[in-house]
C-alpha cells in the first residue's frame, strides 16, 4: 500500500494549485490535506479527525510555514520531536524568503526548504519537481514505502 502525501495549507488558492500540480507530476499516492496545525498533528497522532485514518506514516509532508494558528515552524518542531513522527521527510512549502525562516526550518529538521515561485507556470513546474523528487530520486528510511509515479502515456 502506497502511503499518503500531506499537505499542511491553509490558503485555498495555494491548496488549488498544489492540488492540481501534484496530479499533474501523475502520483498515484492519495493526498491528504490539513487545512491549518491542528488538522495536521491531529492526523498524524491519530487523534481528533484522524483517529480513523489508516495506519502508518505518510511519504513525506508538503508544510506551509505560515498558518493560521501556530507556525509551520511549530509543526516541524512537533514532528521532529515525536519519536513515532520524525523520520517523515518534511518538505518547508512557503513564499517566505526570510533568512531566520529558512535557518530555523533547517535547524529543526526540515529536508527541504522551497520558496512558491508567484508566476502560475513556475509554481506548478515547482510544485512537479517536487512530486518527481520524491517518488523516483529520494531513498526513504528503510522500512517504509516509496512515493510512485505512473508511468508516463506515450
Not at 43 to 57: A, F, M, Q, S, V
Not at 127 to 149: C, H, K, Q, Y
Amino acid at each position: 500500500m502506497l502511503k499518503p502525501i500531506l499537505l499542511v495549507e491553509d490558503d485555498p488558492s495555494d491548496l488549488e494549485l498544489t492540488l492540481a500540480a501534484l496530479a499533474k507530476s501523475q502520483l498515484v499516492n492519495e493526498v491528504i490535506v490539513a487545512r491549518d496545525d491542528q488538522e495536521a498533528i491531529d492526523y498524524l497522532r491519530c487523534e481528533g479527525d484522524g483517529r480513523t485514518r489508516n495506519p502508518g506514516n505518510p511519504a513525506v509532508i508538503l508544510l506551509d510555514l505560515k498558518l493560521p494558528k501556530i507556525d509551520g515552524l511549530e509543526v516541524l518542531e512537533t514532528i521532529r520531536s515525536s519519536d513515532t513522527l520524525k523520520s517523515i521527510a518534511v518538505v518547508m512549502l512557503t513564499s517566505s524568503r526570510e533568512e531566520q525562516d529558512l535557518a530555523r526550518s533547517y535547524a529543526l529538521g526540515v529536508n527541504a526548504y522551497v520558496v512558491k515561485p508567484v508566476e502560475f507556470n513556475e509554481f506548478v513546474e515547482a510544485i512537479a519537481d517536487l512530486g518527481v523528487f520524491w517518488a523516483a530520486l529520494n531513498e526513504p528510511p528503510p522500512g517504509s514505502t516509496r512515493v510512485r509515479r505512473q508511468p508516463a502515456s506515450e
